[in-house]
């Protein structure tokens, strides 16, 4: 099955500095990789994604690249502010899996003001 | 537009008790997902409905069952508790086809903890 690792697991920045945060995935069937902002003891929700067509994928801060061949993906956000601090979780799927999502293990975000 | 709502948020039982989460998904959705979250992890898959059907399964024992109703509504029921099925329970919905994945709307979890 697909394994997703994710680094690193805490992440601490200074407001309006950039945060980066990378995963890499093991099955090369995967294609689809949502990231995933999980407040705390709230649900996780959607921030961007990005299908296995495309390399690189921005929405305002927010930005997602993709590497097929090395098999991994990041998340990119630039000028954090303190509500940025949260556990972020990327994922894999396969297009022929229905909706079955590996996520990884999540980084811990804190955004210093 | 209802989003997905999950029941009960809190719970605590003990060791070889039998225990049912349950899950509305949002509406229109017609595939309910299962996720497992250990404190600091990230969700597991358990297993996935789509038309009142199990479509696929995580690494979980047979205890672990579920249901998905007419109304794609869902059941989570975990036999036989264990220390180690303290977690929170997410409960996704989605707009599954086969041959698609589409985004995942979580819930906002049933914290089950096992004594």
């Known amino acids: 099955g697909e394994n997703v690792e994710q680094h690193p697991s805490t992440l601490s920045v200074q407001e309006g500095d950039s945060a980066v945060i990378k995963c890499t995935y093991s099955?090369?069937?995967?294609?689809?990789f949502p990231w995933y902002k999980q407040e705390l003891g709230k649900r996780p929700q959607l921030i961007i994604d990005?299908?296995?067509?495309?390399g690189e994928k921005k929405d305002q801060r927010i930005a997602v690249t993709l590497n097929k061949t090395a098999k991994h993906f990041s998340l990119h956000i630039t000028e954090t502010q303190p509500e940025d601090s949260a556990v972020y979780f990327c994922a894999a799927s396969a297009f022929n899996n229905f909706n079955k999502f590996y996520f990884g293990s999540g980084t811990k975000l804190n955004v210093k003001p | 537009e209802t989003g997905v709502t999950q029941s009960p948020t809190h719970l605590i039982k003990t060791r070889g008790q039998q225990v049912t989460l349950r899950c509305s998904s949002q509406s229109g959705h017609n595939t309910v997902s299962w996720y497992q979250q250990a404190l600091g992890q990230g969700p597991q898959f358990i297993f996935q409905?789509?038309?009142?059907?199990?479509?696929g399964r995580g690494n979980f024992p047979p205890r672990f069952s579920g249901l998905q109703f007419p109304n794609y509504s869902s059941e989570l029921n975990v036999n036989a508790l264990e220390l180690d099925d303290s977690a929170l329970y997410l409960c996704a919905s989605s707009l599954g086809t086969p041959g698609g994945a589409g985004e995942l709307f979580f819930g906002e979890g049933s914290r089950l903890t096992v004594l």
């Open positions: 099955d090369s069937a995967s294609n689809y």
């Open positions: 990005i299908r296995s067509n495309v």
């Open positions: 409905y789509y038309r009142e059907e199990e479509n």
